[in-house]
Each structure stands twice: as structure tokens, then as C-alpha cells.
């Protein structure tokens, strides 16, 4: 049974900096891609940053610059550094082991706030 747990979420100014860890059980993580989605409050999920098996990084154009993706297979986990801060950037932030197109594990959530 494939789990995946968030942590590092919280409340932050405008301009600070936050770090989501996304750890990964019951599956071979290095053997897939891992994602990290966001859901601004009364909007759709959306795609934040992908990380491939090889290390090859996809963001979205609203965090380029700002937000980096990262993985350690030796600890099965993915990460999100969050630079610069927005208030835009306030979501739950989930993780997701992809599978496919379309197709995946998600994390539970993690809430980010981020003050004006």
C-alpha cells in the first residue's frame, strides 16, 4: 500500500521561504516521477513542479525562478523549496506519485498561508 505523508506547511510572510518534505512508503520510489500539485482556496488543483526518475525538472510558469524541486531516493522523499513567497501562493499543497497519465498516489495535503 503505496502512502505518502507532507509536512512543512505554514503560515509566512510575503517574501519568506518555506520547505515541503513529501515522504514515500510501500512503493520503489526512485522508479517514478514525482509531482507536487497546489489548490488555491475556491480553485482547481494545479500542477506546481515535476521532478522525473532522472532528476529532469518541469515548473509551472507562476513559480519558475522561485521554487525548486528536489528528490532523495536514499529517504524516499520529494521536496519543494519555496522561495519569495506570495500571497498567490496560498494553497493546500499535495504531492503525487505519478503513475501515468492521470494516474497516481497523492499525499493528504499540506497548508500553505503566505501574508501580505
Known amino acids: 500500500q503505496v502512502q505518502l505523508v507532507e509536512s512543512g506547511g505554514g503560515l509566512v510572510q510575503a517574501g519568506g521561504s518555506l520547505r515541503l518534505s513529501c515522504t514515500a512508503s510501500?512503493?520503489?520510489?526512485?522508479?517514478?516521477?514525482m509531482g507536487w500539485y497546489r489548490q488555491p482556496p475556491g480553485k482547481q488543483r494545479e500542477l506546481v513542479a515535476l521532478i522525473g526518475t532522472a532528476g529532469t525538472t518541469n515548473y509551472a510558469d507562476s513559480v519558475k525562478g522561485r521554487f525548486t524541486i528536489s528528490r532523495d531516493n536514499a529517504k524516499n522523499t520529494v521536496y519543494l523549496q519555496m522561495n519569495n513567497l506570495k500571497p498567490e501562493d496560498t494553497a493546500v499543497y499535495y504531492c503525487?506519485?505519478?503513475?501515468?497519465?492521470?494516474?497516481?498516489?497523492w499525499g493528504q495535503g499540506t497548508q500553505v498561508t503566505v501574508s501580505s
Open positions: 510501500g512503493s520503489i520510489f526512485s522508479n517514478y516521477a
Open positions: 503525487k506519485q505519478q503513475r501515468g497519465p492521470g494516474i497516481g498516489y
